[in-house]
């Protein structure tokens, strides 16, 4: 049995992110093609970033996206996103597949509360870090339980297509067999065909 589950998105907005390549990757993520499973749900971002969040988001207030944001988040944006866009959070609002112009925000204080949000309401589908610090994004890599970790990417890539598998069957979820996007040959089982000529085992 293959599952194939739904994709509960997050991207992490590092101490160490570059504000540039964040904002294109939040804004691709979650605006490109936002009804699939690898559209981006909620934006984690660290605390001491938050004085950025304004700049991140202002791309999508143009396309009327919906934003769920947490107490501190909520505090920088109030005034400085449309009022018909943002909402307080609720704990519904997390680790929820949005398929849709829809998106929560969570701040933390450090990298390990970012690690714990994504284990707690992660589907194992994508994850992402925006991040400059080489260390940061490789325990990200190792830590991150999740069948697709970026760094400095949008999640948007994960696809069996983007992956050179051919026509995507479907992404897995899980450890067993296939993980990640599938392609017909992830599907196919196989058997041991042997021809002899009198061959014996000692």
């Known amino acids: 049995v293959i599952e194939t589950g739904a994709g509960v998105v997050h991207t992490y907005f590092d101490e160490f992110g570059d504000l540039d390549k964040g904002r294109e990757i939040v804004f691709n993520a979650k605006v490109s093609r936002p009804s699939v499973c690898n559209a981006l749900d909620t934006l984690i971002i660290h605390e001491s970033r938050l004085q950025d969040l304004p700049a991140v ?21 109030d005034g400085n996103y449309s009022k018909d866009l943002l909402f307080k959070a609720t704990e519904e609002n997390f680790g929820r597949e949005y398929l849709s112009l829809k998106m929560a925000v969570k701040a933390v204080a450090n990298f390990d509360q970012a690690l714990d949000h994504i284990a707690d309401f992660g589907s194992k589908h994508s994850e992402a870090i925006i991040t400059e610090d080489r260390e940061r994004a490789e325990k990200f890599l190792k830590m991150v339980d999740a069948a697709c970790v970026y760094v400095n990417a949008s999640t948007r890539f994960t696809d069996g297509g983007e992956f050179g598998l051919g026509a995507e069957v479907g992404i897995s979820t899980q450890k067993l067999h296939a993980r990640g996007p599938m392609g017909i040959k992830e599907l196919t089982s196989y058997k041991w065909v042997v021809r002899g000529d009198g061959q014996v085992r000692n």
């Not at 791309?59 to 920088?76: G, L, P, Q, R, T």
């Open 57 to 77: 988001c202002r791309s999508m207030e143009e396309k009327k996206v919906e934003i769920f944001a947490d107490e501190k988040a909520y505090e920088v944006l």
